[in-house]
């Protein structure tokens, strides 16, 4: 039995919150069997773009009307890995951890075993994790062989999961409210919790700070230890 679990779709090195996310649970499954959205964050990231603004990173991917993430395929991953370190070339001499960040990206493409968007961002949510020193138990739901019931409404999906793995509380992001039934929860004994987030606020001089840009941009900027501390010190619950 696991006590406390989180579901999201698999996000490219998303923002800040989605690891407050991984730090709250003790087991998170990634919903990679849902529809793939094209100009979603499941293939592109928000980074500063060196002139006061922010500019996009996106991984280009084949796709049809109706596929799931899990079956929707990287192009290029190598074309797709230049381009990217290409966009984060004007944080060198500017960021202090750019190298560390650049690293970082490159073992996250270099750690698939798939062609996969869905394979390409875990690996990237496990490399973060791994630099953090945050422990990662997600698991892809495509892998998992859940035996669910039919699906009434959006918010019965991580109810059923919920159920099936025994979990005692589900966490979800701050988003996404209204798709839930509080009664239904009830009625199966789970506790439905939701991330209360601030903003973290960290120098990123000659550039003005822009928030909830990729957790790229954080890690530019940011001593891995006291993004771990803010993690585990200001993640916060509400019901």
């Known amino acids: 039995m696991n006590n406390t679990l989180g579901i999201m779709q698999p996000y490219f090195f998303p923002y800040l919150g989605y690891f407050q996310l991984i730090a709250a649970v003790e087991r998170g499954v990634i919903f990679d069997t849902a529809q793939y959205t094209r100009k979603s964050w499941m293939n592109r990231n928000r980074i500063l773009d060196g002139k006061g603004g922010w500019q996009y990173i996106n991984v280009p991917v084949s796709t049809t009307l109706g596929t799931s993430i899990h079956a929707t395929t990287v192009i290029n991953h190598s074309v797709a890995l230049r381009r990217i370190l290409g966009q984060l070339e004007h944080y060198r001499g500017k960021a202090p951890f750019y190298q560390k960040v650049c690293e970082l990206v490159r073992c996250a493409f270099a750690s698939v075993t798939s062609n996969g968007i869905g394979d390409l961002n875990t690996q990237s949510l496990k490399a973060v994790c791994d630099y953090l020193g945050l ?38 992001s701050p988003g996404g409210r209204e798709i839930f039934v509080a009664s239904e929860w009830q009625e199966r004994g789970i506790e439905l919790s939701f991330l ?7 120098c ?7 928030e909830n840009l990729s957790i790229l941009d954080v890690l530019m900027w940011s001593e891995p230890g006291n993004v771990t501390a803010y993690i585990r010190e200001n993640t916060r619950l509400t019901h």
């Open 196 to 202: 209360d987030l601030s903003p973290f606020v960290y």
């Open 135 to 172: 422990a990662f138990s997600w698991t892809p739901h495509s892998a998992m062989n859940l035996q669910l019931p039919p699906i009434k409404h959006p918010g019965q999906w991580a109810l059923e999961i919920s159920s099936q793995l025994g979990a005692r509380q589900y966490i979800n």
């Open 204 to 210: 990123t001089e000659p550039y003005d700070l822009i």
